[in-house]
C-alpha cells in the first residue's frame, strides 16, 4: 500500500503542474479514484480511472490519459494482474513518448520491468531497467535509482547469479538510514536472508529475516519473512519458535485475503474485464461504421465524381460536335451564300443589261419617231388632199401608237430600275382633277359619255406629293374608263377618309358602267402586256402597259389599288393615297391652245440640235407659228453666239457632238440667268426632269414632240 500511495502523491504533483485539468472531468474523476483506492475500494477506483481515460481520450489530451493509463496499470499491477498491468503501463509508455517529462517516462519503464518480474521474464525486465535507472541517475532521485537496483539483484538471483545478487543486494542494505528506504531494505534484507537459508547460513539468514520483518510494514513481505523463519526454525529443530512463526503467518495471510477480497471481489475483475472487451468491442464497431460510413461517402464521392466526369465529358462531346456541326452548316451557309450572291449578282448584272437594253431601243426608236409624227403633223397642218388627210390620219394614229408604247416601256425600265424619283410638291388636287377633265372632255363627247366629277369639299385645297405621278394614274384610269365605256356614265370621285395632324388621306374611285372585265381577268390585267382579250384589243386598241404602271406608280406612292369589276355592268378601280397637308403653290398659268398662238409670233428662238431631221422638223414647227428660228449644232459654238447674241428662248438637245447640252446649258448659266432654255430629250433611263433642271434648264420637252405640249411649254416660258 505505501509504495501505491507513492505513486498517488507522484501523480498528484503532475497533474497539478498541468493547471489546464484543475476544474474539468479528468480532475473529478482522479480524485474519486485516489479516494476510493485510499478505502481499498478497487472496483470503485477502476471504475473512475477507466472513466477519465475515456474522457481524456475523447478530448485529445494525451498526457493526461498517459497518466490515467499508467494510474490503471498501477490498480491492476497491485490487484496483481500483471498482464493487465504490463498493457497499461506499456500504453502509457508509448503516450508518453509525445511528452517532455523524464519522471512519467522512467515510472513507466520501471513499472513495465516489474510487470515483466512478475511473469519471471527477466530477459524482457533488463533493458526496462536500464532505461528506468538512466532517467532516474539523470533526475537524481537515489531512492528509486536503489528501486531499480534492487530489481537488477533479484534477475541476477532468479537467472542463477547469486554471487552478484548479493554484491547488489549488501551495496543497497549498506546505504544510511533513511525513512524513504525502509522499505527497500527490508526487501533486500528478505532476499539475502533467503539466500543464506539457501546455502544453510540458518543463523544468519535469521538474523536478516528478523531484520526486515522488523523494518517492514508491508503486509504481503511480512508474511513471507514470517513463513521464511517457520521454515527456517523448524529446519534448526526449534519447534516451538517455528509453530509460534506459522501461527504468524497463518494469521497474515488470512488478513492478506480479506484485504484482496476487500479490494476487489471475485465478480468484480471479471466484470472490469467484460467493461474492457465490451468498450473496445464497442470502439472496434464504432471503428467499422466509421469506416464503412466513410467508405459509403467515398463509394458516393467517387460515384458523384464518374457521373460528374460522365457529364462534362457528355457536355464538351456535345459542345464539341455541336461546334463541329456548327462550323460545317456555318461553311455550308457561306458556300450557299456566295452561290446566292453570284447568282443575285447575274440576276442584277441581267436586269441590268435588259434595262440598258430597253432604255437604249427606245431612245434610239424615239428620234426617227420624232421625223415621223413632226412631218406628219406638219404635212397635216399643209392642206392635204382629201383622201390624203386618211393615210396621214393612219400615220398620226400609229405614230402617237408607237410614242405612248415607247414611252410607257420606258416608264416601267425607269420603275422597276428604281430610278423613279417621288416629287414633294405643293399642288391643288381639285384644279388637277378639273384639268385632266377638261383633257379628256373629247374622248367622253366620242363616246357619248357622261363624264363627271365628285370631289369631296373637305379636301385641303393643297396638298404636297407627286402631281405628276397622280395626274398620270388618273389619266390612266380614266382613259380607260371613257375608253371601254359607250353611252354610260364615267364616275371620277375624291372623298377625304382621314384628316390627321398635318396629313390627309384620300380614297380615290374611277368608276364606269363600260363593258366591266371577267372575273378570271381581275388579277391579270395589272400584268404588262394583258389586255382583256384578242376581240378587246382589236376593237378598243392599246399597249396593255396602262394598268402596270398605274398599278406600279400607286404602290411606289405609298397606296394599293382595288378593282371590283362585273361584265356588261362597269368598273370601279379604287385606291387611298395619304398626302402631306400643303400651303398654296407658286402659280403656273398652262397657256392654251388660243394663247400660245399669239405668244409665238415673232419671237426670236436659237435652237441647238445635232440631228438634221429634226433640226427641219423643228424649225418647220416653229415658222408654221411665225416664230423667227436659228439653228446652231453644237454646244460650243452656241455658247459662243450667245455672248454676242440675244434670243427669247433657247431649244437645247441634250445629246450633242462635244459638250452636251446639260454642260453648254451649265456654262451659258455663268453669263445669262434669264434667257429661258428648255431642254428637248428623248429621256433616258439616267436622264430625268429634275437632273436636267438642276443644270439651269427652265423646263423639259420630251421627244418625240406631241405638237400641242411643245407648242404651250415654249409659250409658258415666253414673256
Ligand atoms: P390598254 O392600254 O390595253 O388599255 P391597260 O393596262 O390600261 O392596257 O388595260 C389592260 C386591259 O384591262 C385592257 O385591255 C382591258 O381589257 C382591261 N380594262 C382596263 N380598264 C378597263 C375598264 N375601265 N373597263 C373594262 N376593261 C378595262
Redo the contacts with the bound molecule.
Keep these: 500500500m505505501k509504495c501505491f500511495f507513492f505513486s498517488v502523491l507522484f501523480f498528484t504533483g503532475i497533474l497539478a503542474s498541468h493547471s489546464k485539468v484543475t476544474a474539468d472531468s479528468l480532475t473529478y474523476y482522479y480524485t474519486l479514484s485516489n479516494q476510493n483506492i485510499k478505502d481499498d475500494n478497487y472496483r470503485n477506483a477502476l471504475f473512475f480511472t477507466q472513466k477519465a481515460i475515456q474522457f481524456a481520450k475523447k478530448n485529445n489530451k494525451n498526457i493526461e490519459q498517459a497518466l490515467h493509463e499508467f494510474n490503471l496499470g498501477k490498480i491492476l499491477y497491485d490487484l496483481k494482474k500483471y498482464d493487465d498491468a504490463l498493457v497499461s503501463f506499456l500504453k502509457s509508455a508509448t503516450l508518453n513518448n509525445t511528452t517532455i517529462s523524464n519522471k512519467a517516462k522512467a515510472e513507466s519503464y520501471y513499472h513495465i520491468g516489474l510487470c515483466y518480474m512478475a511473469k519471471e521474464n527477466y530477459k524482457e525486465a533488463s533493458p526496462y531497467f536500464n532505461k528506468a535507472e538512466n532517467l532516474y541517475k539523470d533526475l537524481k532521485t537515489t531512492n528509486k535509482i536503489l528501486e531499480v537496483k534492487l530489481q537488477k539483484g533479484l534477475i541476477n538471483r532468479f537467472t542463477g547469479k547469486t554471487q552478484e545478487a548479493m554484491t547488489i543486494f549488501k551495496s543497497i542494505i549498506y546505504m544510511p538510514e533513511s525513512s524513504i528506504l525502509e522499505d527497500l531494505k527490508a526487501k533486500t534484507l528478505y532476499q539475502i536472508g533467503t539466500i543464506e537459508s539457501q546455502y544453510n547460513r540458518n543463523n544468519l539468514a535469521i538474523a536478516y529475516l528478523k531484520k526486515a520483518l522488523n523494518a517492514n510494514n508491508n503486509i504481503e513481505l511480512k508474511t513471507s519473512i514470517v513463513l521464511a523463519l517457520s521454515t527456517l526454525y523448524d529446519k534448526t529443530l526449534d519447534k516451538n519458535l517455528a509453530y509460534q512463526y506459522l501461527k504468524q503467518y497463518l494469521k497474515l495471510k488470512e488478513e492478506l485475503t480479506f484485504l484482496n477480497n476487500k479490494r476487489l471481489g471475485v465478480d468484480d475483475y471479471a466484470k472490469f474485464k467484460e467493461a474492457e472487451r465490451l468498450k473496445e468491442q464497442n470502439q472496434f464497431k464504432i471503428q467499422k461504421e466509421e469506416e464503412l460510413k466513410s467508405k459509403k461517402i467515398s463509394k458516393i464521392i467517387s460515384i458523384l465524381a464518374i457521373a460528374l466526369i460522365t457529364i462534362l465529358s457528355l457536355l464538351s462531346l456535345s459542345l464539341y460536335k455541336n461546334n463541329k456541326i456548327r462550323t460545317k452548316s456555318n461553311q455550308l451557309l457561306k458556300d450557299k451564300n456566295k452561290e446566292l450572291e453570284i447568282a443575285k449578282n447575274k440576276v442584277e448584272k441581267a436586269s441590268q443589261a435588259r434595262s440598258e437594253f430597253l432604255s437604249t431601243v427606245s431612245h434610239e426608236l424615239r428620234t426617227p419617231l420624232n421625223a415621223i409624227n413632226g412631218i406628219t403633223h406638219l404635212l397635216l397642218e399643209e392642206d392635204p388632199k382629201k383622201n390624203q388627210i386618211d393615210y396621214l390620219s393612219s400615220l398620226k394614229f400609229s405614230g402617237d401608237y408607237l410614242t405612248k408604247f415607247i414611252n410607257e416601256i420606258l416608264e416601267i425600265n425607269k420603275i422597276e430600275s428604281n430610278k423613279t424619283e417621288i416629287e414633294e410638291i405643293p399642288f391643288n388636287l381639285k384644279q388637277l382633277l378639273i384639268n385632266i377633265k377638261q383633257s379628256l372632255k373629247e374622248l367622253a363627247i366620242v363616246n357619248n359619255n357622261d363624264f363627271k366629277l365628285d370631289v369631296d369639299y373637305t379636301i385641303p385645297d393643297f396638298l404636297i406629293g407627286d402631281p405628276t405621278k397622280l395626274s398620270q394614274i388618273i389619266l390612266?384610269?380614266i382613259?380607260?374608263?371613257l375608253?371601254?365605256?359607250k353611252n354610260g356614265v364615267v364616275n371620277v370621285v375624291a372623298k377625304l377618309n382621314n384628316l390627321e395632324d398635318k396629313y390627309a388621306t384620300l380614297h380615290f374611285e374611277?368608276i364606269?358602267t363600260?363593258?366591266?372585265?371577267p372575273a378570271e381577268?381581275l388579277e391579270s390585267?395589272?400584268d404588262s402586256f394583258?389586255?382583256?382579250?384578242i376581240e378587246?384589243?382589236r376593237k378598243?386598241?392599246?399597249?396593255?402597259?396602262?394598268?402596270?404602271?398605274?398599278k406600279k406608280l400607286i404602290t411606289i406612292l405609298g397606296g394599293e389599288i382595288h378593282l371590283k369589276?362585273t361584265v356588261n355592268k362597269?368598273?370601279t378601280?379604287s385606291f387611298q393615297l395619304k398626302f402631306e397637308i400643303g400651303k398654296k403653290p407658286i402659280d403656273i398659268v398652262s397657256t392654251s391652245k388660243q394663247n400660245y398662238e399669239s405668244k409665238l409670233i415673232n419671237k426670236k428662238i436659237l435652237l441647238v440640235e445635232d440631228n438634221k431631221i429634226n433640226q427641219m422638223i423643228t424649225t418647220k414647227m416653229l415658222f408654221n407659228k411665225k416664230v423667227i428660228c436659228e439653228v446652231i449644232d453644237n454646244g460650243e459654238e452656241a455658247i459662243e453666239l450667245l455672248k454676242i447674241s440675244k434670243f427669247d428662248l433657247i431649244l437645247m438637245d441634250v445629246h450633242l457632238p462635244g459638250i452636251n447640252g446639260t454642260i453648254a446649258t451649265e456654262t451659258i448659266r455663268k453669263f445669262d440667268n434669264i434667257t429661258p432654255i428648255i431642254a428637248l430629250t428623248a429621256i433616258s433611263l439616267d436622264e430625268n426632269r429634275e437632273m436636267l433642271l438642276s443644270f439651269g434648264m427652265n423646263d423639259v420637252i420630251t421627244k418625240p414632240f406631241i405638237p400641242e405640249v411643245f407648242y404651250s411649254i415654249i409659250a409658258d416660258h415666253l414673256k
Aim: zero cysteines; hydrophobic letters at 35%.
Design positions: 390612266n384610269l382613259n380607260n374608263a375608253k371601254f365605256t374611277i364606269d363600260g363593258i366591266g372585265i381577268k390585267v395589272f394583258s389586255q382583256g382579250s378587246v384589243n378598243y386598241g392599246g399597249t396593255g402597259l396602262g394598268l402596270t404602271i398605274v369589276s362597269g368598273s378601280f
